[in-house]
C-alpha cells in the first residue's frame, strides 16, 4: 500500500515539477530572478594553491558538471536509519527504493526547478533528473560554466602530481535562492582526486612476478577466518567496486582456474562514460586485488565493477549511480585521499549518497589508507600532521584496518596490528551516537572500525599484470582488508535471506553493539599488539585495528540472532618469539569472573576478569593456560584451555 502511494505521490510531483521548472526559468528570463548572489563554500581545489596557472582555459572547450542538491528533512532521515538498524525496533530491516528516498528524503521539487532553470538561463544544457532528484547533470562551454558560477576555469601544472588539470580561479557566485539549496558542484576541476589503497611485497617497485602462486590464498584466509564455516557462496547476492581504473578479465580467470572457483561473469558498470577494461592503466592491480578476494571468499556473488573518472566529478556521480540503480546490498572501496586533501563539497555530496545507501540497506567497507595515522604523507600535504583517510572516515562507511596475519598451517594463529594501517581521527566528521565507547576524551569520528590481513609482507596472492607481463604478484594494503569483509558481508546476506532475516545494512551500528557486549571475543579477533605512528593496538577499540578481524562464522551467528552469546572458542596468542610481547585470552559467554587461572609463562601476570595475560615474554617455550569461567545467569561453570606458543629462539 505504501508503495503504491508512493509511487502516485512521484506522478503527480512530475508533473508539478514541470510547471515549476517551465515559471522559474521564464522568471530568470526575464530578469525577476535576481536574488542576492552570494559565494557558496567548500568549493575549493586544494591543489590549486600549491600549482602553478598556465592560463584560462579555451572559451569553447566543453565541461561537464553535476550539481549536488541538499537533502530535506535531514533529521528525520537520521531517525529512519537509526531506527533501521536497531533490533526490536519497529523499524528494524526497514529499507526504501531510491524513488521512496527522493520523496521523503530528496529534494523539493521547486528547488529542483529553481536550479534547473538557473542552469538553463545560462545557456547550459541540462540532462534529465534522476529517479532520486539529488543530482542535476548540465553541460556547456567553459564561458558558460564561468557566467553560470561566477569563476574562471584555467588550466594548472601541479609539480607535486606531474599533472595538468583545469580548475576554478576562484569561490563560485550564485544567486542566494540557488545556494540556499546546492551542496556542491563537481565537474569545474580535472585534478585525480583519490589513490589506491594497494602496496606490493616487494618495497622496491618489483612486478615481474611468479608463475606460481605465493602469499595468502582462498583456502587460507577462508579457514583463517573462518569464512568457510559459515556454509554460504554468495549466492543471490551482488557486491559493487568502486574503482578508477580496469582489469583484465584473462586475468580474473587465471585466478578462479588456479583455485577452482566459478561464479557470476564480473560485469563492468560504466560512470561518466569510463570504462578502463580494454586497457587497464597502471593501477589495474588494485581492480584485480578486490575482485580476487571477493571472489576467493563468495565465489557466488554477482560483481559489478563501476568504473569512473579519477576526479571529483567522478567520486560524485560513481557514488550516485550507484544508489540510485540500487542493484547490490554490499559496496566495497579501496581507494582514498586523505581528508585535507579532499574538497569539503565533494565530501559532503559523497556522503549524502552514503547516507541514501545506508537507506537503502547497502553495507559500505572503505580502506582506511596505509600511510598510518599521517595519511597524507604520501600525498602533496606531507606527513607533518595526524590524518585520515577519506571516505573510510564517513560515519556511513565501515572502515576496514589492516593487521599481519599468522597461521598454522592454514588456521589461524594471531594477528599484529600493521604499522602501516590507517587510523586516528576524523578532522572532518563528529563521532557518530554508535561509537560512544571509544576514544571517549574525542568528540570526533575514529578510524578504522574493524580490521583484516593487510600487510604485504605477509599479503595475498594476486594474478596481475607485472613488468613482465601477467603474472602471481603478492600485494597487501589495507585495500585487501575491505573486500574481504565485503565478501563475508556477502556471506552473510545470504544466510540471512535465507532465514527470513534482513540483509545487514549499515553495519556500524550492529556491529558496535556486538563488540560492546560480553560475547567480544567471540565474533572478533582483537589484537592487542603493534601500532602505527601515534596509537598502539590494545585490548577493545583502537585506532590501527578497530575492533578487530572477524570470526566470521560466529560474528554471522551473533549478528542473525541480534548480540553476541556463549560460544566456546580458544585462546590465542599474540607473539611467536622471546622478548615480543604476548597476550592471551580465554573467551567465555559472559564472564563475571575468571577463577584458578594459571600463567601462560612463567613471570607473566593473569587478568582474572577477562582471564587474560599480557606481558613481555621471558623464556622459551610453549605453556598452557586454564580458566573457569563463571556464567552471570546459570552460575554453571564453564572452563575453556587455550594453548601459548612462544617460540624457543
Known amino acids: ?7 502516485a505521490v512521484c506522478a503527480a510531483l512530475t508533473v508539478l515539477s514541470t510547471s515549476l521548472i517551465t515559471i522559474a526559468a521564464a522568471e530568470y ?16 581545489v586544494p591543489a590549486v594553491a600549491r600549482s602553478q596557472p598556465l592560463g584560462v582555459v579555451p572559451g569553447d572547450q566543453q565541461i561537464s558538471v553535476v550539481v549536488a542538491l541538499r537533502l530535506r528533512d535531514s533529521d528525520g532521515l537520521d531517525r529512519f536509519l537509526q531506527e533501521a538498524s536497531s533490533p526490536g525496533s519497529a523499524e528494524y530491516g526497514s529499507k526504501l527504493t531510491p524513488e521512496e528516498f527522493g520523496v521523503r528524503f530528496g529534494p523539493t521539487e521547486a528547488s529542483l526547478g529553481r536550479v534547473r532553470a538557473y542552469l538553463g538561463a545560462h545557456g547550459l ?19 558558460e560554466i564561468g557566467e553560470a558560477f561566477g569563476t574562471h576555469e584555467r588550466d594548472y601544472w601541479d609539480p607535486q602530481a606531474g599533472q595538468v588539470f583545469f580548475a576554478n580561479d576562484g ?13 556542491d558542484v563537481s565537474g569545474l576541476s580535472s585534478h585525480t582526486t583519490l589513490r589506491p589503497l594497494l602496496v606490493a611485497a616487494d618495497q622496491q617497485g618489483s612486478t615481474a612476478g611468479r608463475t606460481t602462486p605465493d602469499g595468502l590464498v582462498p583456502s587460507q584466509y577462508n579457514s583463517a577466518y573462518r569464512l568457510d564455516r559459515m556454509g554460504a557462496d554468495g549466492s543471490g547476492t551482488a557486491v559493487a567496486l568502486w574503482e578508477f581504473d580496469g582489469y583484465s578479465r584473462s586475468n580474473l580467470a587465471t585466478y578462479d582456474t588456479q583455485f577452482g572457483l566459478s561464479g557470476p561473469a564480473v560485469t563492468t558498470i560504466a560512470v561518466d562514460g569510463a570504462s578502463y577494461d580494454h586497457a587497464p592503466g597502471k593501477d589495474e592491480a588494485e581492480v584485480e586485488l578486490d575482485s580476487e578476494i571477493i571472489r576467493g571468499v563468495a565465489p557466488k556473488a554477482t560483481q559489478l565493477v563501476y568504473e569512473a573518472p579519477n576526479s571529483d566529478l567522478g567520486e560524485v556521480d560513481m557514488a550516485a549511480q550507484t544508489v540510485a540503480e540500487n542493484r547490490v546490498s554490499v559496496i566495497s572501496m579501496s581507494w582514498g585521499s586523505c581528508e585535507p586533501d579532499t574538497v569539503p563539497a565533494t565530501m559532503t555530496a559523497v556522503t549524502d549518497s552514503l547516507r541514501q545507501a545506508a537507506a537503502q540497506g547497502i553495507t559500505v567497507f572503505a580502506a582506511s589508507g596505509d600511510a598510518g595515522s599521517r595519511d597524507c604523507a604520501t600525498s602533496a600535504s606531507g606527513s607533518q600532521f595526524e590524518a585520515v583517510d577519506f571516505p573510510a572516515s564517513d560515519p556511513y562507511v565501515t ?19 600493521w604499522d602501516r594501517a590507517g587510523g586516528g581521527l576524523s578532522a572532518v566528521f563528529r563521532r557518530p551516537p554508535w561509537q560512544r565507547g571509544t576514544n571517549r576524551v574525542s568528540t570526533m569520528r575514529v578510524v578504522p572500525d574493524v580490521a583484516a590481513a593487510a600487510d604485504p609482507s605477509a599479503g595475498f596472492a594476486l594474478y596481475t599484470r607485472g613488468s613482465d607481463g601477467p603474472a602471481w604478484q603478492v600485494m597487501g594494503g589495507t585495500s585487501a582488508a575491505a573486500p574481504l569483509w565485503s565478501g563475508f558481508t556477502a556471506l552473510y546476506n545470504q544466510k540471512a535471506a535465507g532465514a527470513g532475516r534482513p540483509a545487514l545494512g549499515q553495519a556500524n551500528p550492529r556491529l558496535y553493539m556486538l563488540a560492546e557486549s560480553a560475547g567480544y571475543d ?15 593496538a590494545g585490548r577493545g577499540h583502537d585506532q590501527v585495528t578497530g575492533w578487530g578481524s572477524p ?15 556463549p560460544v566456546s572458542a580458544p585462546g590465542y596468542w599474540t607473539s611467536p618469539f622471546v622478548g615480543g610481547a604476548v597476550a592471551m585470552r580465554v573467551n567465555a559467554a559472559e564472564p563475571d569472573k575468571a577463577n584458578d587461572a594459571s600463567g601462560l609463562s612463567p613471570g607473566l601476570p593473569v587478568d582474572p576478569r577477562f582471564g587474560s595475560e599480557t606481558g613481555t615474554s621471558p623464556v622459551p ?9 563463571t556464567r552471570r545467569a546459570r552460575h554453571r561453570p564453564a572452563a575453556e584451555n587455550g594453548r601459548g606458543y612462544l617460540g624457543t629462539g
Open 1 to 7: 500500500m505504501l508503495r503504491s502511494h508512493l509511487a
Open 29 to 44: 528570463e526575464h530578469g525577476r530572478g535576481t536574488a542576492p548572489r552570494v559565494v557558496l563554500p567548500d568549493i575549493e
Open 125 to 143: 544544457t541540462v540532462d534529465a533528473a534522476g529517479t532520486d532528484r539529488r543530482m542535476i547533470r548540465a553541460h556547456g562551454t567553459a564561458v
Open 171 to 183: 569561490p563560485l557566485i550564485l544567486p542566494e535562492d540557488v545556494a540556499a539549496v546546492v551542496e
Open 399 to 417: 572502515a576496514t584496518g589492516g593487521t599481519t596475519l599468522s597461521l598454522i598451517g592454514d588456521s589461524y594463529a594471531y594477528e599484529l596490528a
Open 522 to 536: 567471540t565474533v572478533f579477533h582483537d589484537v592487542l599488539v603493534g601500532a602505527n605512528q601515534s596509537f598502539s
Open 551 to 565: 570470526v566470521a562464522d560466529q560474528l554471522a551467528a551473533a549478528l542473525l540472532r541480534g548480540a553476541a552469546g
Open 621 to 629: 617455550g610453549a605453556f598452557t593456560m586454564t580458566a573457569t569461567a
